[in-house]
């Protein structure tokens, strides 16, 4: 009923797109429905919702526009390896430097991930908006007690930030065995 008064508003006020869901902060959480996946746990930072979402909202009239992907990867001993041979190979042909967040020079590695975030993004991801190093930096503090800097890798070309990978331990993991729960016990699995 909800949705059905909003999107007779809308049109009786002359819109004729409605984008959504999203985040009313950075844009980028929060973004979307699950569409599978049901049988896994959330994740830190990614959007799990009622598996009866894209129905309503098909039902009213509304399509999707764009996937967002998440995978639960797995490597064997092998691949590992083959990545290691090629990420040496890569050191030594373009001068490749990869290493994990220093956290005593955030604001550079800040502005590193900015720089990268502002070359790849305009070309390629029209309908996000680039973040701004206030908002990356803002981002950083909200996590900074999930960060493990060794899940956060910069890698550079002659010293010229190209790409990273960020990750935090998915917590959850942990979370869902408190039930809900902190009790002086639960705080103590927690922490283990």
């Known amino acids: 009923l909800l949705m059905d008064?909003?999107?007779s508003w809308f049109l009786k006020e002359g819109v004729d797109r409605i984008t959504g869901p999203m985040s009313p902060t950075n844009g980028d959480d929060n973004r979307g429905f699950t569409i599978e996946g049901f049988n896994s746990l959330p994740s830190i930072n990614t959007v799990y919702t009622k598996d009866y979402y894209p129905a309503m909202m098909e039902a009213l009239g509304m399509t999707k526009y764009l996937d967002f992907y998440a995978f639960?990867?797995?490597?064997d001993k092998g691949q590992i390896e083959r990545v290691r041979a090629i990420e040496d190979y890569l050191k030594r042909k373009l001068q490749l430097t990869v290493d994990p967040l220093n956290l005593k020079n955030i604001d550079e590695e800040i502005k590193a991930i900015h720089q990268i975030l502002v070359q790849s993004m305009l070309a390629h991801w029209e309908h996000l908006e680039v973040p701004t190093y206030d908002q990356i930096y803002q981002e950083f503090v909200s996590?900074?007690?999930f960060i493990d800097p060794a899940l956060i890798q910069i890698a550079r070309v002659k010293g010229k930030p190209v790409g990273f990978v960020a990750g935090i331990p998915d917590y959850n993991q942990v979370l869902c065995h408190l039930k809900g729960k902190l009790t002086p016990l639960g705080a103590l699995k927690f922490l283990y």
């Open 143 to 145: 996590l900074k007690s």
């Open 5 to 7: 008064k909003d999107i």
């Open 72 to 75: 639960n990867l797995t490597f």
